[in-house]
């Protein structure tokens, strides 16, 4: 069949066998939840089913149904975040151990070899060292994280939505990201911190 | 300012304009403070990767649909085909 002419079409009969992996994968990205994820591809092809007459043809088959798939991701993640919600941050024992009382670096960052060829933050080595430093983020921590990169809105906007203070989002940013940093400075950069 | 609210301010200036008062105190911390400023500079390609590690949809998975729900799913799909044909 010749599509190159025409706007493209939808073949939902064919959705699960072209797009079933590609969408899980998509999903389980960022909510790190196989149940979650399966759930998630299904409630999206059900609704792209229910939708196909808006379809427009003015993107491909899979980015529109990537659309409806990445919509419902956003949905479980801020309701996963207002789910786990606390007024207040709690105190976060490993954050507050990165500093001495008086609000020093208990272990100085040091430089990271990133000049070293294989240490650049790139490739397949390097995904996996970040994906597993993403899987140790305490998950409401960790969905607040993805959410607001995946999200396009502003971090106020993200506030709103998962019932979070600024204040409140900023501080889980803020421990994701601590995080992020010192398990890839052991991880990839193979350094402790602070050591000469 | 401490090491611990420049790493604070360091963290939020990635999601929001940080007030004048703020970025002058960071922007001075920063200038004689050598592991802040490696931090930043660390933090930033921290937060860089990882926002383009969560926007890639590979992100380095190979998991797959389990079959039993791909069963499921074209059975339900073709059920409502046939339902609106």
């Not at chain 1, 009969?13 to 998509?26: E, I, K, S």
């Not at chain 1, 003015?58 to 789910?83: G, N, P």
Request: aromatic share 8%; charged share 30%.
């Amino acid at each position: 069949m010749d599509r190159s002419a025409a706007a493209p079409t939808l073949d939902p009969a064919t959705w699960v066998d072209a797009h079933g992996d590609y969408l899980y994968r998509f999903a389980l990205a960022r909510v790190r939840d196989c149940d979650a994820a399966e759930e998630l591809v299904q409630d999206a092809l059900l609704a792209a089913l229910t939708a196909r007459h808006t379809f427009r043809g003015r993107c491909s088959e899979r980015s529109w149904l990537t659309a409806i798939l990445k919509r419902k991701a956003v949905d479980w993640l801020r309701a996963e975040v207002r789910r786990r919600a606390t007024r207040e941050p709690p105190p976060d024992r490993w954050a507050d151990a990165q500093f001495t009382r008086g609000g020093k670096w208990k272990a100085k960052p040091d430089e990271w070899s990133a000049d070293d060829p294989g240490r650049e933050m790139t490739g397949a080595d390097f995904r996996d060292t970040l994906a597993a430093c993403l899987e140790k983020l305490p998950p409401r921590v960790r969905h607040a994280f993805v959410l607001r990169h995946i999200d396009e809105a502003a971090a106020e906007d993200v506030c709103d939505a998962v019932g979070a203070s600024a204040n409140n989002l900023w501080v889980m940013l803020h421990r994701a990201r601590l995080r992020l940093w010192r398990c890839l400075s052991v991880n990839w950069f193979g350094e402790e911190p602070g050591t000469p | 300012m401490t090491c611990r609210r420049a790493a604070e301010l360091i963290s939020w200036e990635l999601d929001t304009d940080l007030p004048l008062h703020w970025r002058a105190g960071l922007g001075f911390h920063t200038l004689v403070c050598g592991a802040c400023r490696r931090f930043r500079r660390q933090l930033g390609a921290v937060d860089e990767a990882a926002a383009e590690f969560v926007a890639d949809p590979r992100a380095g998975i190979r998991a797959a649909l389990p079959d039993e729900t791909k069963d499921n799913l074209r059975a339900v799909i073709a059920a409502r085909l046939e339902e609106d044909s």
